[in-house]
Nanobody, 120 residues
Framework: QVQLAESGGDLVQAGGSLRLSCRVS????????MSWYRQAPGKQRELVAS???????AYADSAKGRFTVSRDNAKNLMFLQMSSLKPEDTAVYYC??????????????WGQGTQVTVSS
C-alpha cells in the first residue's frame, strides 16, 4: 500500500525559512507527479507547487520566487524549500502524489499534512 508522509512543519518567524519533506513508501510502479498543497483555516486547499516526473516544476503565484520544489527520485522524496515566509503562508501543507501502482493504474495519494505557522 502506498503511503505519503510529510515532515518539517514548524513555527517560524516572518522572513524565516523552512524545508518540508515528503516520503513515498510502499509498493508502486511509478510516480508520475508530485505536488505540494496547503490549506489555511477556513479556506480551500490550494496548489502550491508541482513537480511532474520529467517535466518542469510549476508554482502558484504566491510561491513564485520564494518556494522551490525538488525531488530525489531515487529515494522517492520530495522537498519544498520555503524562504521569506509570511504570516499568510500559515497552513497545513499536504503532499500529493499521482502514482501508478501497476502499469496504467494511477491513483491520487495524500499525506496527513504538516503544520506550518508563521508568526509576525
Amino acid at each position: 500500500q502506498v503511503q505519503l508522509a510529510e515532515s518539517g512543519g514548524d513555527l517560524v518567524q516572518a522572513g524565516g525559512s523552512l524545508r518540508l519533506s515528503c516520503r513515498v513508501s510502499g509498493s508502486l510502479f511509478s510516480i508520475n507527479s508530485m505536488s505540494w498543497y496547503r490549506q489555511a483555516p477556513g479556506k480551500q486547499r490550494e496548489l502550491v507547487a508541482s513537480a511532474p516526473t520529467g517535466g518542469n516544476s510549476a508554482y502558484a503565484d504566491s510561491a513564485k520566487g520564494r518556494f522551490t520544489v525538488s525531488r530525489d527520485n531515487a529515494k522517492n522524496l520530495m522537498f519544498l524549500q520555503m524562504s521569506s515566509l509570511k504570516p499568510e503562508d500559515t497552513a497545513v501543507y499536504y503532499c500529493n502524489g499521482r502514482i501508478e501502482v501497476a502499469p496504467g493504474m494511477e491513483f491520487d495519494y495524500w499525506g496527513q499534512g504538516t503544520q506550518v505557522t508563521v508568526s509576525s
